[in-house]
């Protein structure tokens, strides 16, 4: 009975678990079995990755090399790019991108991918789990067909699951063996014993009765961000255009101890979820005839964020007697967010090719963000790659305009204040300390 099986291998830490996609979600949960005795086996398309963990090498900011190598050394943990030993897993654990199209509409192509060389490689008795961020239905229209198309039968020949990813890089204080993790299997037996896999790592797991509400489930909480999001963007246009100050407003709704959860404007959202997660949702209810209009409405409103960020430093450069075109522009901070280097879908993209388009002389200042470069399948952006330049008091006092896209911490604003002509801040960096004492005039979202 391929459930007892299953279960006694886990029970008994001898269940050898291959997770196929070894980024920001697979590295720590590979790592994290490791640590706990599994024996793992990484199984990545890029030879440099497999490379780096071999050799005890940790490529990922919250994955430290030190725990890599314990795993390595002690025969927890291998990396590879031949996905035939697949074979040997007892379970295994789908965690690759899931991106957009430039049309929006979901890019399935990783799963698939990936579902093939299980198909390729799998055997009987085996647990496979699908943790990469996707439509409901995925798990049970896309993977389960393809391996009964092998003659393989659920609950007979292999267990499958969905448990949706829930990492937030950089975070200190939730880690992979606290966040609480929600697992739906597409049966019963799926659901018990994926969820008694996890809680060999997690300390909290909450198993649902099917993959599809697990997949639900991830979506409705980045869509609830980027609703929320939209609703703090729309809600700084709507201060700005009564004249209110809206960060003073929004931080007077924050002291409510309940019924609200404080969201910030800001010139735009980026990342790998945000952005995307809710349209995956929306695609596939359009496929039912159900048109999720909070989802589109959100889009529009954050989409729209960089363009009105741009009208708001064409309106300040006029009010100096200054155009857009051949005004000396810094950008300050271009990361989707603060203290991270992660540039994907950043909105500082959108509001550099707004800018040059209409004809700035643009640099920028990134401490964490080397270059910007605009190959990136999906990322809003065209033109010449832009060079981090030092932030030198020169450098600040001969820009006509300052734009904050980022607030990272280690940046000193206070001086930026004082050198500074004209500045555009977007994230509520400046305090209202370094504003008062500010030469600089400053334009708030
Ligand atoms: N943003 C705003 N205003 C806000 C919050 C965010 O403009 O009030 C912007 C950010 O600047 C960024 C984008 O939205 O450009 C997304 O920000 P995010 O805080 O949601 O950060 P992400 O993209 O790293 O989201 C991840 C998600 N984690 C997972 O999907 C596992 C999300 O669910 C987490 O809630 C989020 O981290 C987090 O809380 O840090």
Redesign the pocket.
């Known amino acids: 009975m391929i459930k007892d099986n299953i279960e006694k291998l886990i029970i008994e830490k001898r269940a050898s678990v291959g997770v196929i996609g070894l980024g920001y979600v697979g590295l720590p949960l590979i790592v994290e079995f490791g640590l706990k005795d599994f024996h793992g086996i990484g199984f990545e398309v890029d030879a440099k990755k497999a490379d780096d963990i071999n050799a005890g090498r940790s490529y990922i900011v919250d994955v430290t090399s030190e725990n890599v190598q314990k795993c390595v050394e002690n025969g927890k943990l291998s990396a590879t790019t031949d996905f035939s030993q697949l074979a040997e897993c007892d379970v295994i654990v789908i965690c690759v991108p899931t991106p957009l199209r430039k049309t929006k509409d979901p890019d399935m192509s990783y799963i698939i991918a990936a579902g093939e060389e299980i198909q390729k490689h799998m055997r009987r008795d085996q647990l496979i789990i699908l943790e990469s961020?996707t439509y409901p239905g995925t798990t049970d229209e896309v993977l389960l067909p393809m391996f009964e198309e092998k003659g393989f039968k659920l609950d007979e020949d292999f267990l499958l699951a969905f448990s949706?990813?829930?990492?937030?890089?950089?975070?200190p204080q939730y880690q992979t063996h606290n966040?609480p993790k929600v697992v739906g299997g597409v049966s019963k037996d799926s659901t018990e014993v994926a969820a008694l896999l996890y809680r060999q790592i997690v300390n909290e797991v909450h198993a649902v009765s099917s993959a599809r509400v697990a997949e639900a489930c991830?979506l409705w909480?980045?869509t609830f961000?980027?609703i929320?999001?939209g609703m703090?963007?729309e809600m700084a246009r709507l201060c700005n255009t009564l004249g209110i100050d809206t960060w003073e407003v929004v931080q007077a709704a924050a002291t409510k101890p309940f019924g609200f959860m404080?969201?910030?404007?800001?010139?735009?959202?980026?990342?790998?979820?945000?952005?995307l997660?809710p349209h995956y949702l929306s695609w596939k209810a359009r496929q039912h005839g159900f048109d999720s209009q909070f989802i589109s409405l959100a889009e529009q409103v954050?989409s729209g964020?960089p363009a009105y960020v741009v009208k708001l430093v064409s309106t300040a450069l006029n009010n100096v007697k200054k155009a857009v075109n051949g005004s000396k522009i810094l950008i300050l901070g271009v990361a989707?967010?603060?203290d991270?280097d992660?540039m994907r879908?950043?909105?500082a993209l959108s509001i550099i090719d707004l800018l040059r388009a209409r004809g700035a002389d643009l640099v920028y200042h990134d401490p964490f963000v080397p270059e910007v470069t605009f190959d990136h399948a999906y990322t809003i952006g065209d033109g010449d790659a832009l060079v981090n330049q030092d932030l030198t008091d020169d450098l600040v006092r001969n820009s006509d305009c300052v734009i904050i896209c980022?607030e990272h911490t280690n940046v000193d604003y206070h001086r930026i204040c004082e050198l500074a002509p004209l500045i555009v801040d977007t994230?509520n960096a400046l305090s209202e300390e370094t504003r008062n004492g500010s030469n600089a005039k400053i334009v708030r979202l």
């Open positions: 961020t949706p990813e829930r990492v937030d890089p950089g975070n966040i991830k909480e980045n961000r980027a929320n999001i703090a963007n404080a969201f910030y404007p800001g010139p735009g959202i980026g990342g790998h979820c945000i952005p997660d954050n964020m989707y967010k603060k991270i992660d879908e950043s909105p980022t994230r």
